[in-house]
């Protein structure tokens, strides 16, 4: 098996040590479990009661926009300790002591964290799912499909956070990270609202500003929230700019990616 | 075995490694000495490509040291060994093993005979943690001749060992010399390296001030000890 595998599979057995991983799964799973009460109930809007599966179709849309962000908590936590615990703990002098190329032990811890990540949050997501599912008779399609666009997001972090991490002290790269989310959030958020029918019809459209060039360039973290939203609620995606919001991110990615090895490439050990 | 040409490695102002040229043998027990701060851990951080020389070139069998495939023959004691508190030695060597390519089977009849060689069987499933500095610096030693290595790099590594630890690692590598394994220990232990090294280099302030057979270096009536302050005074002279 390449050595690549090899780190990857080192990297989630050593990520699944830690007990706290465990308890945050279980709470993670009954916090889930506790929002299975919403499906049950009676609900009257406007004076006419809704079904119970429009009802759990909308909480399980934002409950599933809630997994997310938990995650990117989560992920960031875990990845900002990845290269100092390992050159702390003696696991960097394990490694590239041996025949190992340095994109190899880079590439398969990052890999190895965004699997087990990706894995953790598609078991929440897949409760919801199932839940759904049996309160209801009807399964929401798309809805684990989703789960799986929503993890390059889960990529985008763990890569932004190892890469700062090579220059700041960890929480702060995991802050930082946090702050491009937020920007990214308000930015793409404003202009989704901009966008929603309801506002266009009640504000007057300013022919002259459209989104600045920063905005339609900047990491789209939320935008593929709202793509994974519409694979969902099987509607349109109104994206910010002529790229899709999968390739400005994967673009993001590489280029990240990129510079962390060249900068990691450079560390001396 | 290892060739270094015109090696040169500066930490901003301070030159570590000055314009070092030379060849270690295959076979050769080769001994690099020197006070603290003489660049000898520079030098062996960059025979494995930790740090990269400012200028020069190093090769091992031919294939720069930039290259992972010269860390194929290589097993490697760190000064400061450490292995992950959360691993046991068990769970250390299979990872070292994992990693030259070895598996399954092959993988345990490995890690099991060199936990005999470094007399740590029946402690090798204890998590690191509970293990002494001699136990740890045992299982680094182990990790670093598993899978039968041409070149042993062996940073300090009897420090820190009691008398009866020091005798159990000299033991351990005379019966590697008798196997022709190339070893380069970097030590501060004088008396150590006279008992176990052939050849020896003295460095200071990032220079090879002498290198030569051991034999050679120390004269009748003295020690390598007595030579080696004799060349250190004499350069701050």
Do not use: K, Q, W
């Given at each position: 098996m390449n050595n690549f595998l090899k780190i990857a599979a080192f990297t989630i057995v050593d990520q699944m040590r830690h007990k706290s991983f465990y308890v945050l799964l279980v709470v993670s799973i009954l916090f889930v479990l506790m929002i299975?009460?919403?499906?049950q109930g009676e609900y009257i809007v406007n004076g006419k009661q809704i079904n119970n599966i429009t009802i759990a179709w909308q909480v399980s849309r934002i409950v599933f926009q809630m997994i997310a962000v938990g995650m990117f908590f989560m992920v960031s936590m875990l990845a900002m300790k990845i290269f100092s615990r390992d050159q702390a703990d003696g696991s960097l002098i394990l490694f590239l002591?041996?025949?190992?190329?340095r994109w190899q032990y880079v590439f398969g811890r990052i890999a190895g964290t965004w699997a087990l990540c990706l894995v953790f949050m598609f078991l929440l997501h897949l409760t919801i799912f199932l839940t759904v599912w049996t309160k209801t008779g009807a399964p929401i399609p798309g809805y684990l499909a989703a789960s799986l666009v929503i993890s390059i997001n889960l990529l985008f972090v763990i890569v932004c956070v190892c890469f700062l991490s090579l220059f700041m002290p960890d929480f702060i790269s995991a802050v930082f990270t946090m702050g491009i989310l937020l920007v990214g959030f308000i930015s793409d958020g404003g202009q989704q609202i901009l966008n929603n029918e309801i506002v266009k019809s009640a504000v007057a459209p300013?022919?002259?500003?459209?989104?600045a060039l920063w905005r339609i360039l900047y990491p789209k973290v939320f935008m593929v929230q709202a793509y994974a939203d519409s694979i969902i609620s099987q509607s349109r995606l109104n994206p910010m700019g002529p790229f899709h919001p999968m390739l400005n991110l994967s673009v993001f990615i590489l280029l990240i990616m990129t510079l962390l090895l060249i900068s990691f490439n450079k560390k001396e050990i | 075995m290892i060739s270094l040409n015109s090696v040169t490695k500066i930490f901003g102002t301070f030159t570590a490694v000055d314009n070092i040229s030379y060849t270690i043998e295959a076979g050769d027990h080769f001994a690099l000495l020197g006070p603290n701060g003489a660049g000898k851990t520079t030098l062996v951080r960059m025979l494995l490509d930790f740090i990269k020389p400012t200028a020069g070139r190093i090769t091992i069998s031919g294939v720069p040291v930039s290259d992972p495939e010269s860390r194929k023959q290589i097993g490697y004691l760190a000064e400061q060994h450490v292995i992950p508190p959360y691993l046991s030695g068990l769970g250390y060597l299979m990872r070292h093993a994992s990693l030259i390519g070895l598996s399954g089977k092959n993988a345990a009849v490995e890690v099991d005979r060199v936990l005999e060689m470094v007399a740590m069987k029946g402690d090798e499933k204890k998590k690191s943690v509970a293990y002494s500095k001699g136990m740890k610096q045992r299982i680094g030693l182990a990790a670093a001749i598993l899978g039968h290595p041409k070149l042993l790099i062996l940073d300090?590594?009897?420090?820190?060992?009691?008398p009866i630890g020091i005798r159990q690692v000299r033991k351990i590598l005379e019966n590697l010399y008798d196997k022709g394994i190339t070893v380069i220990l970097n030590s501060h232990l004088l008396s150590e390296v006279e008992k176990t090294c052939k050849t020896a280099a003295i460095m200071y302030k990032g220079k090879i001030l002498i290198r030569d057979s051991i034999r050679s270096i120390v004269k009748d009536g003295e020690t390598l000890e007595d030579v080696f302050i004799k060349y250190i005074e004499n350069e701050n002279e």
């Open positions: 299975r009460g919403c499906y002591s041996r025949p190992v190329f300013d022919v002259n500003t459209g989104p | 300090e590594p009897i420090a820190g060992l009691d």
